[in-house]
């Protein structure tokens, strides 16, 4: 029979080559409480095994949230659900599911400034990572900068491909861009390549009406659209802004 200390130094080493860590970390204690409640070994393999992967799954959470850029200070938990309307309130509990996404489906969010419209996509896009969705948040006037950047220098394909990894790619203040014909070409582009194959969540202060502002050709924007809208929800935050209303709480 193998000797105790070097039963367990051979246990270490094998869970060590396995990479479980975790297991590695715990395995004497939970040894301990099974021998001391009696439980059997099925019961033991499954409480350790669990302990595994539950901590990998908190990591890899914490990786995509990472990879993510989502302004985590924006989760669900801090948004005021209160002060939207119901019907709003029920599209936001079927959304943050993550279901839209197995259907390439869009996301678009109307309002004026200040009605939470970036906190509702932040918190929504939380949502979907910690249920094992892969997201990615860009403010959307850095992101077509770094996209025409990437076409001067011919990089756009791989830049594309590298969003396309993304589950739902998140376009903040649509409505704030409006900068050259070339720049709005990328974005576009962008849109166009997402077409049926990624969810797109979009935050807007200005209604489609307008929008040949961002696009600079009723051509574009039309096909913009439509591309947008052909599979999309769309959820309008007609409320004040919440930082007025923060703002005159604090003068009364």
């Known amino acids: 029979m193998i000797p105790q200390t070097e039963r367990r130094d051979q246990l270490v080493g094998y869970l060590k080559e396995l990479r479980l860590p975790t297991i590695r970390e715990c395995f004497e204690d939970i040894a301990l409480k099974a021998e001391q409640e009696s439980l059997g070994y099925e019961h033991y393999l499954l409480e350790v095994t669990g302990r595994e992967c539950e901590v990998?799954?908190?990591?890899?959470?914490?990786t995509l949230l990472h990879k993510s850029q989502l302004p985590l200070e924006k989760s669900l938990t801090e948004f005021d659900l209160n002060r939207l309307p119901r019907k709003v309130v029920n599209q936001i509990q079927t959304l943050r599911s993550g279901s839209f996404l197995a259907r390439q489906e869009n996301v678009l969010v109307f309002g004026n400034p200040g009605s939470g419209k970036t906190h509702l996509v932040s918190a929504l896009g939380q949502e979907l990572v910690r249920n094992g969705h892969r997201v990615y948040f860009a403010h959307c006037n850095l992101l077509v900068q770094e996209l025409l950047r990437a076409k001067q220098e011919l990089?756009?394909?791989r830049w594309l491909k590298k969003l396309s990894k993304y589950e739902a790619l998140?376009?903040?203040?649509?409505?704030y861009v409006q900068q050259s014909r070339e720049e709005m070409e990328v974005l576009f582009t962008l849109l166009a390549e997402r077409y049926e194959r990624g969810s797109v969540m979009i935050t807007s202060n200005l209604p489609f009406s307008k929008w040949e502002a961002i696009f600079k050709d009723p051509m574009t924007?039309?096909?913009a659209i439509d591309r947008l809208v052909h599979h999309c929800?769309?959820?309008e935050l007609n409320i004040p802004s919440y930082r007025m209303e923060q703002a005159k709480r604090s003068q009364e």
């Not at 990998?56 to 914490?62: D, H, P, V, Y």
């Open 155 to 157: 990089k756009l394909t």
């Open 170 to 175: 998140i376009l903040d203040d649509i409505g």
């Open 221 to 223: 924007t039309a096909a």
């Open 233 to 235: 929800v769309i959820i």
């Open 56 to 62: 990998r799954q908190q990591k890899r959470i914490e």
